[in-house]
Protein backbone atom coordinates (compact mmCIF):
# COMPACT_ATOMS: atom_id res chain seq x y z
CA UNK A 1 0.00 0.00 0.00
CA UNK A 2 1.31 3.33 -0.91
CA UNK A 3 2.38 5.32 2.13
CA UNK A 4 3.04 2.12 4.16
CA UNK A 5 6.27 2.15 6.00
CA UNK A 6 7.63 -1.19 7.46
CA UNK A 7 9.72 -0.96 10.39
CA UNK A 8 12.33 -3.89 11.72
CA UNK A 9 12.54 -6.20 14.71
CA UNK A 10 15.62 -7.73 14.52
CA UNK A 11 15.87 -10.33 18.00
CA UNK A 12 18.17 -12.52 19.06
CA UNK A 13 19.92 -14.94 22.26
CA UNK A 14 22.54 -13.45 24.01
CA UNK A 15 25.69 -15.86 23.78
CA UNK A 16 26.92 -19.22 25.05
CA UNK A 17 27.29 -18.59 29.38
CA UNK A 18 29.19 -20.39 31.81
CA UNK A 19 25.79 -22.10 33.01
CA UNK A 20 24.55 -23.32 29.82
CA UNK A 21 28.26 -24.99 29.01
CA UNK A 22 28.06 -27.02 32.20
CA UNK A 23 24.13 -28.04 32.06
CA UNK A 24 23.13 -26.01 34.52
CA UNK A 25 19.18 -24.58 34.90
CA UNK A 26 20.10 -20.54 34.55
CA UNK A 27 16.32 -18.57 34.62
CA UNK A 28 17.41 -15.57 36.71
CA UNK A 29 20.59 -16.58 38.03
CA UNK A 30 23.61 -13.81 36.24
CA UNK A 31 25.63 -16.45 34.61
CA UNK A 32 28.79 -14.23 32.41
CA UNK A 33 29.62 -15.42 28.99
CA UNK A 34 32.23 -17.61 27.68
CA UNK A 35 35.38 -16.90 25.62
CA UNK A 36 32.80 -19.33 23.00
CA UNK A 37 29.73 -16.96 24.28
CA UNK A 38 31.65 -13.77 23.46
CA UNK A 39 32.33 -15.45 20.23
CA UNK A 40 28.50 -16.09 19.55
CA UNK A 41 27.75 -12.29 20.19
CA UNK A 42 30.57 -11.50 17.92
CA UNK A 43 29.02 -14.03 15.40
CA UNK A 44 25.21 -11.96 15.66
CA UNK A 45 26.95 -8.74 15.39
CA UNK A 46 28.52 -9.59 11.95
CA UNK A 47 25.43 -10.86 10.63
CA UNK A 48 23.04 -7.50 11.77
CA UNK A 49 26.35 -5.29 10.73
CA UNK A 50 24.49 -4.12 7.88
CA UNK A 51 20.75 -3.42 9.57
CA UNK A 52 19.81 0.03 10.87
CA UNK A 53 18.00 0.27 14.24
CA UNK A 54 17.68 3.19 16.23
CA UNK A 55 16.31 1.76 19.73
CA UNK A 56 18.41 -1.28 21.55
CA UNK A 57 16.48 -3.47 24.12
CA UNK A 58 18.06 -5.80 26.73
CA UNK A 59 17.50 -7.13 30.35
CA UNK A 60 18.84 -6.71 33.79
CA UNK A 61 21.24 -10.03 33.25
CA UNK A 62 24.41 -9.34 32.20
CA UNK A 63 24.31 -12.01 29.39
CA UNK A 64 21.57 -9.75 27.42
CA UNK A 65 23.90 -6.38 27.53
CA UNK A 66 26.99 -8.08 26.82
CA UNK A 67 25.69 -9.66 23.65
CA UNK A 68 24.44 -6.15 22.91
CA UNK A 69 27.25 -4.35 23.58
CA UNK A 70 28.88 -6.58 20.83
CA UNK A 71 26.63 -6.07 18.60
CA UNK A 72 26.23 -1.87 19.35
CA UNK A 73 29.72 -1.79 17.69
CA UNK A 74 28.56 -1.49 14.49
CA UNK A 75 25.55 0.64 15.16
CA UNK A 76 26.31 4.12 15.94
CA UNK A 77 22.81 5.05 14.48
CA UNK A 78 21.51 3.76 17.66
CA UNK A 79 20.81 6.75 20.33
CA UNK A 80 18.61 4.78 22.85
CA UNK A 81 19.03 1.64 25.05
CA UNK A 82 16.42 0.32 26.92
CA UNK A 83 16.17 -2.13 29.70
CA UNK A 84 12.70 -4.33 29.81
CA UNK A 85 12.62 -7.40 32.19
CA UNK A 86 9.10 -8.25 30.62
CA UNK A 87 12.08 -10.32 28.13
CA UNK A 88 14.09 -11.86 30.64
CA UNK A 89 14.94 -15.57 31.03
CA UNK A 90 11.92 -18.04 32.01
CA UNK A 91 12.73 -18.30 36.09
CA UNK A 92 13.08 -21.95 36.87
CA UNK A 93 12.42 -21.53 39.93
CA UNK A 94 14.09 -24.14 42.36
CA UNK A 95 15.75 -25.59 39.83
CA UNK A 96 18.46 -22.60 39.52
CA UNK A 97 21.79 -23.25 39.73
CA UNK A 98 20.92 -27.24 39.74
CA UNK A 99 22.36 -29.37 36.82
CA UNK A 100 20.20 -30.99 34.71
CA UNK A 101 21.99 -34.24 35.35
CA UNK A 102 21.53 -33.93 38.61
CA UNK A 103 17.73 -32.94 38.41
CA UNK A 104 17.19 -35.76 36.35
CA UNK A 105 18.98 -38.35 38.50
CA UNK A 106 16.77 -36.93 41.45
CA UNK A 107 12.99 -36.46 39.87
CA UNK A 108 13.42 -38.65 36.47
CA UNK A 109 13.39 -37.87 33.20
CA UNK A 110 9.61 -37.41 32.82
CA UNK A 111 9.25 -35.02 35.32
CA UNK A 112 12.91 -33.32 34.52
CA UNK A 113 11.62 -32.80 30.80
CA UNK A 114 8.42 -31.34 31.92
CA UNK A 115 9.70 -28.67 33.73
CA UNK A 116 12.33 -28.33 31.00
CA UNK A 117 10.12 -27.35 28.40
CA UNK A 118 6.66 -28.16 28.82
CA UNK A 119 4.00 -25.68 27.92
CA UNK A 120 2.12 -25.34 31.40
CA UNK A 121 4.48 -27.28 34.50
CA UNK A 122 6.42 -24.67 36.33
CA UNK A 123 8.81 -25.89 38.85
CA UNK A 124 8.55 -24.67 42.53
CA UNK A 125 8.63 -21.29 42.66
CA UNK A 126 8.94 -20.69 38.81
CA UNK A 127 7.40 -20.14 35.83
CA UNK A 128 6.20 -21.80 33.32
CA UNK A 129 6.26 -21.26 29.15
CA UNK A 130 2.57 -19.78 29.61
CA UNK A 131 3.50 -17.96 32.40
CA UNK A 132 6.34 -16.27 30.42
CA UNK A 133 4.32 -15.98 27.45
CA UNK A 134 1.81 -13.40 29.57
CA UNK A 135 4.44 -10.94 30.04
CA UNK A 136 5.70 -11.36 26.76
CA UNK A 137 2.60 -10.67 24.95
CA UNK A 138 2.37 -7.39 27.09
CA UNK A 139 6.05 -6.28 26.22
CA UNK A 140 4.78 -7.42 22.21
CA UNK A 141 1.83 -4.90 22.40
CA UNK A 142 3.82 -2.16 24.16
CA UNK A 143 6.53 -2.70 21.52
CA UNK A 144 4.43 -2.14 18.66
CA UNK A 145 3.32 0.97 20.05
CA UNK A 146 6.47 2.19 20.89
CA UNK A 147 7.77 1.70 17.13
CA UNK A 148 4.76 3.10 15.22
CA UNK A 149 5.06 6.34 17.37
CA UNK A 150 8.64 6.74 17.02
CA UNK A 151 9.33 5.38 13.68
CA UNK A 152 12.09 3.03 14.84
CA UNK A 153 13.34 -0.32 14.04
CA UNK A 154 14.89 -2.34 17.26
CA UNK A 155 17.69 -4.74 18.14
CA UNK A 156 16.55 -6.65 21.18
CA UNK A 157 19.21 -9.04 23.02
CA UNK A 158 16.79 -11.89 24.92
CA UNK A 159 16.68 -14.83 26.44
CA UNK A 160 15.83 -18.71 24.95
CA UNK A 161 12.57 -18.95 26.41
CA UNK A 162 11.17 -15.42 26.00
CA UNK A 163 12.62 -15.72 22.32
CA UNK A 164 10.59 -19.30 21.94
CA UNK A 165 7.40 -17.48 23.13
CA UNK A 166 8.43 -14.32 21.00
CA UNK A 167 8.20 -16.20 17.95
CA UNK A 168 5.18 -18.18 18.88
CA UNK A 169 2.94 -14.67 19.12
CA UNK A 170 4.73 -13.60 16.00
CA UNK A 171 4.50 -16.39 14.02
CA UNK A 172 1.55 -18.05 14.97
CA UNK A 173 2.70 -20.94 16.13
CA UNK A 174 1.01 -23.82 18.00
CA UNK A 175 1.83 -24.53 21.52
CA UNK A 176 3.77 -27.85 20.48
CA UNK A 177 5.58 -26.02 18.01
CA UNK A 178 6.75 -23.42 20.58
CA UNK A 179 8.15 -26.17 22.90
CA UNK A 180 10.03 -27.52 20.85
CA UNK A 181 12.10 -24.63 19.18
CA UNK A 182 15.35 -24.53 19.87
CA UNK A 183 16.81 -20.89 19.23
CA UNK A 184 20.77 -21.10 17.99
CA UNK A 185 23.09 -18.55 19.96
CA UNK A 186 24.38 -17.55 16.56
CA UNK A 187 21.12 -16.21 14.63
CA UNK A 188 18.88 -13.62 14.60
CA UNK A 189 14.97 -13.35 13.85
CA UNK A 190 13.53 -10.42 11.58
CA UNK A 191 10.20 -9.12 11.95
CA UNK A 192 8.31 -6.49 9.92
CA UNK A 193 5.99 -4.05 11.82
CA UNK A 194 4.03 -1.90 8.99
CA UNK A 195 3.01 1.90 9.92
CA UNK A 196 1.00 4.08 7.93
Not at 143 to 171: C, D, P, Q, T, W
Amino acid sequence: MKGMKELKIYLFRHGRTYYNEKGIFTGWKDSKLTPKGIENAKEIAKKLKDKKFQVAIHTSLSRSKDTLKEVLKYHPECKKIIQDDRIIERSYGFLEGKTHKKIIEQYGKEKYDKWHRAWDYPPKDGESLKMVEKRVKKFISWLKKYMKENKVNVAISAHGNSIRVFRKIMENLTIEETCSLEIPYDKYFEYTIKVD
